[in-house]
């Protein structure tokens, strides 16, 4: 998981290398923010001891995810970047997001 969210990560600042000089402040902070936070949490979270303390970091982790995944689609409206980029971006946030689930849900059950 946290190996597609280096992938995620490195897609997402090529991505936002295209944007125009104006959104250098607004949406592709944003984007920055939000991917280094889904790989940051899950790196921290395997740190900690304990599932509920590793799954509170996991669940940070989904909400970015989410706020990127919505940033993605700003993009996608507003035509910055290479069409192939925000697609492989989308991809891969749902990929990210569809493994916390799953592990979240096992994370759960114990």
């Known amino acids: ?3 597609k969210a280096t992938k995620l990560t490195d897609t997402v600042y090529l991505l936002i290398a295209q944007f125009p000089p104006r ?3 607004a949406l592709t902070d944003q984007m920055r923010r939000a991917v ?6 899950i790196s921290e979270g395997c740190g ?3 599932d509920a303390d590793f799954a509170r970091f996991l669940n940070i ?7 990127l995944e919505n940033c993605v689609e700003i993009s996608r409206r ?4 290479q ?4 697609y492989k971006a989308a991809g891969l946030v749902i990929e990210v ?3 916390l689930s799953a592990l979240l849900r096992r994370l759960r059950r114990r």
């Open 1 to 3: 998981m946290w190996q």
């Open 23 to 25: 959104e250098d402040n």
């Open 36 to 41: 280094q936070s889904i790989e940051l949490n």
């Open 48 to 50: 900690r001891k304990g």
């Open 61 to 67: 982790s989904f909400g970015s995810a989410c706020e």
């Open 78 to 81: 507003q035509n910055y970047g």
């Open 83 to 86: 069409e192939d980029l925000r």
């Open 97 to 99: 997001k569809k493994m």
